[in-house]
T-cell receptor, first 111, second 114 residues
Framework: DAKTTQPPSMDCAEGRAANLPCNHS???????VYWYRQIHSQGPQYIIH???NNETNEMASLIITEDRKSSTLILPHATLRDTAVYYC????????????FGPGTRLSVLP | DAGVIQSPRHEVTEMGQEVTLRCKPI?????LFWYRQTMMRGLELLIY????????DSGMPEDRFSAKMPNASFSTLKIQPSEPRDSAVYFC????????????FGSGTQLSVL
């Protein structure tokens, strides 16, 4: 699986949009981009995934660049409960393929 | 649905003792994963089951670790004998088959080996 690079930490003001970047310059054509987050003392939680097109769900939006070498997770109106570690993962969509969690980005939403 | 259920939530034991961690996946999910999380190494996959069969156990650190899935609704991770370096949070996750694979994690078991 391709490796990802994320900033170790970010701050965001409550109510503002949080934009979390992820670099995956060696991504292959059949690898998806997944985002998970882990709130303190809990198991990771799935947020969103995408292949080429931008995606949106009730939690977030995922913007993938045209060359697919990077992506941005957008939390449109961050709340204090969004404080967590956010993991960007690239992975071939095949059962049994490991989800490799890197160190992620620690997002702190500030009041 | 209650989600993935793990027990116990916390386990404190002494070095050399046997430890058994338990997991009940979400009903209907055919894939089950055991992960370990430490400050130093982050989240690491230990073993993956599909339809109750171990598919990839390359992440199991050594022979002291074993995992079973006797049926679709139950899995165990056993450490025997336990060592202080096994102290970590152990997560179980399950995933439905069909479509994009998404992991649903339990709340984890905090293991402390003294």
């Amino acid at each position: 699986d391709a490796k990802t690079t994320q900033p170790p930490s970010m701050d965001c003001a409550e109510g503002r949009a949080a934009n979390l970047p992820c670099n995956h310059s060696t991504i292959s054509g059949n690898e998806y981009v997944y985002w998970y987050r882990q709130i303190h003392s809990q198991g990771p939680q799935y947020i969103i995934h995408g292949l080429k097109n931008n995606e949106t769900n009730e939690m977030a939006s995922l913007i993938i660049t045209e060359d697919r070498k990077s992506s941005t997770l957008i939390l449109p109106h961050a709340t204090l409960r969004d404080t967590a570690v956010y993991y960007c993962i690239v992975r071939v969509e095949k059962y049994g393929q490991n989800f490799v969690f890197g160190p992620g980005t620690r997002l702190s939403v500030l009041p | 649905d209650a989600g993935v259920i793990q027990s116990p939530r916390h386990e404190v034991t002494e070095m050399g003792q046997e430890v058994t961690l338990r997991c009940k996946p979400i009903s209907g999910h055919n894939s089950l994963f055991w992960y370990r999380q430490t400050m130093m190494r982050g989240l690491e996959l230990l073993i993956y089951f599909n339809n109750n069969v171990p598919i990839d156990d390359s992440g199991m650190p050594e022979d002291r670790f074993s995992a079973k899935m006797p049926n679709a609704s139950f899995s165990t991770l056993k450490i025997q004998p336990s060592e202080p370096r096994d102290s970590a949070v152990y997560f179980c996750a399950s995933s439905p088959t069909g479509g994009i694979e998404k992991l649903f994690f339990g709340s984890g078991t905090q293991l402390s080996v003294l």
